[in-house]
């Protein structure tokens, strides 16, 4: 694990940006894995900078697979994961709607949407690199903590404290929906290259429990100790905690 303190959140931009970008020039084809949260937004504004500068590498041939998405919105609900995707980075760097897949939450077919996730994400070759945020309960994606180190994309329970944290995206606690699609840790830990990023004080216990402390689920993010390629960009707030 390479576990890379830096100054300050736009320097963290600059270099997952930079690390999207090397991928996408040795791969045109590329697969993206995509997070949601605030944690890599000033990473895809600055790949939308550079895109609209016309530094950036071409995003025509390039694929992506969201992390996870709610249960229970109505469809185009503006923070349902995939419209939040769409509107933060990949509208920006002209990737079309169809090139952009998340798990389906339709009621009718969640039985088996894990399932199909999973399939799509192998006919694609598997993801090359993807984006990773952390809760401050540890969590990936929207694995909790007790989720199986082994785990599939499948349906899960928000706990209270997810709910709280991320209800400053809708109206109050109350409105974020209980259930969400989630890619598994078992499937994270198959893309080719992780890119984890902690920033702010209420991410250094987490960051840390992450990086050094024991592999287990009650914090989600140490599976990332299982991987051989993991890239961990930290702020100063973020890594004081190591
Ligand atoms: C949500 C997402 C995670 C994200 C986490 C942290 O729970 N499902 O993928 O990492 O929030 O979000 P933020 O970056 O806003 O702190």
Redesign the pocket.
């Known amino acids: 694990m390479e576990v890379v303190p830096l100054g300050s959140a736009r320097e963290i931009a600059m270099a997952a940006a930079d690390i999207i970008e090397s991928v996408v020039r040795r791969k045109p084809a590329a697969v993206l894995g995509l ?6 937004l000033p990473a895809y504004q600055e790949l939308i900078r550079r895109h609209e500068a016309g530094t950036g590498p071409s995003y025509d041939g390039v694929t992506c697979f969201n ?2 998405e709610y249960v229970g919105l109505p469809p185009g609900h503006e923070q349902s994961y995939r419209a939040t995707i769409a509107r933060e980075l990949t509208d920006g760097l002209g990737i079309s709607p169809d090139r952009v897949n998340g798990p389906d939450p339709d009621l009718d077919g969640l039985q088996g949407a894990g399932e199909r996730y999973e399939a799509l994400i192998a006919a694609a070759g598997g993801v090359d690199v993807q984006f ?5 309960d540890g ?4 694995n909790e903590p007790g989720s199986s180190l082994a785990s599939r994309t499948r349906i899960k329970t928000l706990t209270e404290q ?1 709910r709280k ?2 209800a400053r995206f809708f109206g109050s606690p109350q409105e974020v929906p209980t259930h969400v699609l ?1 890619q598994g840790l078992g499937t994270i830990l198959e893309a080719r290259h992780l890119l984890l990023i902690a920033t702010g004080e209420g ?1 250094a216990a987490a960051a840390a429990a992450a990086v050094e402390g024991p592999v287990s689920a009650s914090c989600p993010a140490s599976v990332l100790q299982l991987h051989p390629h993991v890239t961990v960009l930290l702020d100063p707030a973020g890594a004081a905690r190591l």
């Open positions: 997070a949601t949260g605030s944690t890599p992390l996870d990773l945020g952390i809760g401050s969590h990936l994606a929207f997810t944290d991320n989630t991410k």
